[in-house]
């Protein structure tokens, strides 16, 4: 198994990408969150973003999304050896389709909101994992968490 960088600069520059994808999903009145799946050699293999306003399906978190996209290329659980990005924390729905697609690390950039309901962030659901990925939160944190708050003064689109 290969192992996830730990260059905090490498890091940066994926977390900096997925941060990329919240303006498409804002444009389409989503919530702002964006995902990439890096394969070992540290390749961008699938990108998603959050559709559950434009996909009318509560389920489309961008984590779910970008699940279903890499499946739909080729990248099928288990994800040993690649690395999940996201710009903030995910939730617990997220948090258990992630241990189920078993990539090897989760790296993300703003913390959990606690008005998430259930108020579960990934320590909690890991925490009940058999083989729970390896996490490297709070890469670029205060960055993705103004990001999420610009959009959510800027619409009435619930952030979930």
Request: glycine fraction near 6%; hydrophobic fraction near 45%.
């Amino acid at each position: 198994m290969a192992q996830t960088s730990a260059d905090p600069l490498v890091l940066a520059a994926w977390v900096r990408e997925a941060m990329t994808l919240p303006a498409e999903a804002g444009a389409r009145g989503d919530a702002p969150f964006g995902a990439l799946l890096v394969d070992a050699s540290g390749a961008v293999v699938a990108r998603a973003s959050n559709r559950q306003v434009s996909g009318d399906d509560p389920t489309a978190h961008s984590e779910i999304e970008l699940l279903r996209v890499a499946a739909r290329a080729g990248h099928r659980s288990p994800l040993d050896g690649y690395t999940l990005v996201v710009n903030a924390e995910p939730c617990s729905m997220c948090a258990s389709a992630i241990v189920k697609a078993a990539p090897s690390t989760l790296v993300f950039g703003a913390p959990h909101e606690p008005h998430m309901d259930p108020d579960l962030g990934v320590a909690d659901v890991f925490a009940r994992a058999r083989h729970p990925p390896r996490v490297i939160a709070g890469i670029l944190a205060t960055e993705a968490a103004e990001q999420i708050a610009s959009f959510r003064s800027a619409t009435d689109t619930p952030i979930d």
